[in-house]
């Protein structure tokens, strides 16, 4: 069964600041989705990247990014230009390339990041 | 853009009543997943439903059951309800297109059981 480590469970950042988060993960798949997910107060899961496995090339979004080391099994997410507004609970999920319904996720325990005035 | 809708958004109830979640999937996804997320906890998966069959069983505890529609809205029933089963109960869906797909999450319902 795959399992997913966040190692970090608090972290804070000032504003405009560089945070990362890290997440470890194993599997022996060889094809997989990793994923950051953010869970500001409200608790509405909201994507925030997503990376395939075969792809070597890290995923952006806009100030977030991530390093992906798959022989490693890292996949960290970097948050540039920290705002307020990034302030929540961020989750490391990651989920097999299957069919049919058993796309489940597998969530790490998650990691709360503070963004200071 | 229609999302995920769950209901009711809040729900409390007594130890050993019964509750009905319901889920409403974005128009066209065919399958629905189910996650419980207790305080403080990381969301972890219930069941999910395929096609309108069940496609895949996590933890689950045996006094709940789910079922998915012909209008592929998936409810999860929930009997002689605990203390522990307080949680926030996140919906999700997606389209199946060869495991390319995203899930979209629900709001959630929070289950307070006193």
């Known amino acids: 069964a795959q399992t997913v480590t966040q190692s970090q469970p608090e972290m804070s950042v000032q504003e405009a600041e560089t945070v990362t988060l890290s997440c470890t993960y194993d599997t022996s798949e060889s094809d997989y989705y990793l994923f950051w997910y953010k869970q500001p107060p409200s608790r509405q899961m909201i994507l925030v990247i997503r990376?395939?496995?075969?792809?070597?090339q890290n995923a952006t979004e806009n100030r977030f990014s991530v390093n992906f080391q798959k022989a490693a099994k890292s996949f960290s997410l970097k948050i540039s230009d920290s705002q307020l507004g990034d302030a929540a609970m961020y989750f490391c999920?990651?989920?097999?390339?299957?069919?049919?319904?058993?796309?489940?996720?597998?969530f790490g325990k998650g990691t709360k990041l503070t963004v200071n005035p | 853009a229609a999302g995920v809708i769950q209901s009711p958004r809040h729900l409390i109830k007594e130890k050993r009543e019964t509750a009905t979640l319901k889920c409403y999937p974005i128009?066209?996804?065919?399958?629905v997943y189910w996650y419980q997320q207790g305080p403080g906890q990381d969301p972890q998966f219930l069941i999910s439903f395929y096609e309108k069959m069940q496609s895949d069983k996590g933890s689950i505890p045996d006094r709940f059951s789910a079922q998915q529609f012909s209008d592929y809205h998936s409810e999860l029933n929930m009997s002689s309800l605990e203390l522990g089963d307080s949680a926030l109960y996140f919906c999700?869906?997606?389209?199946?297109?060869?495991?390319?797909?995203?899930?979209?999450f629900g709001s959630g319902t929070q289950l307070s059981v006193l």
């Open positions: 999700a869906s997606s389209i199946s297109t060869g495991g390319n797909e995203k899930l979209f």
């Open positions: 999920a990651y989920r097999s390339v299957t069919q049919g319904g058993s796309e489940k996720l597998v």
């Open positions: 990376q395939e496995a075969y792809k070597q």
């Open positions: 128009p066209r996804h065919d399958t």
